[in-house]
């Protein structure tokens, strides 16, 4: 059983930073591409970043410049260091792999609270 589990959420003021850390554990080969989406209230779920399994990454226009995504491949693990936050950051966090396990299959981890005050 693959599991996707995400920490580093929280209360931070507006201009603050914050760092998400998602692991994955269970029967993994390999992991191919990891990303980072967000969820708002009333709102869709949108991309925030991505990785691919040799460090290519891409952002949303909204968080370049702020946000940087990382990977440890050796831990199964990747990291969303978002600095500079705006309340519009204010979402529920998910980290998303596409994993190779006993199939191929894209796994999602349960969500974190980031909550900017202005």
């Known amino acids: 059983q693959v599991r996707l589990v995400e920490s580093g959420g929280g209360l931070v003021q507006a201009g603050g930073s914050l760092r998400l850390s998602c692991a994955a554990s269970?029967?993994?080969?390999?992991?191919?591409?990891m990303e980072w989406y967000r969820q708002a209230p009333g709102k869709q779920r949108e991309l925030v970043a991505g990785?691919?399994?040799?460090?290519?990454?891409n952002y949303a226009n909204s968080v370049k410049g702020r946000f940087v995504i990382s990977r440890d491949n050796a831990k199964k693990a990747v990291y969303l260091q978002m600095d500079a936050l705006k309340p519009e950051d204010t979402a529920v966090y998910y980290c998303k792999a596409r994993i190779w396990s006993t199939t191929t299959s894209d796994y999602w981890g349960q969500g974190t609270q980031v909550t900017v005050s202005s």
């Open positions: 990785i691919t399994r040799d460090s290519s990454r």
């Open positions: 269970g029967l993994i080969f390999v992991i191919n591409d």
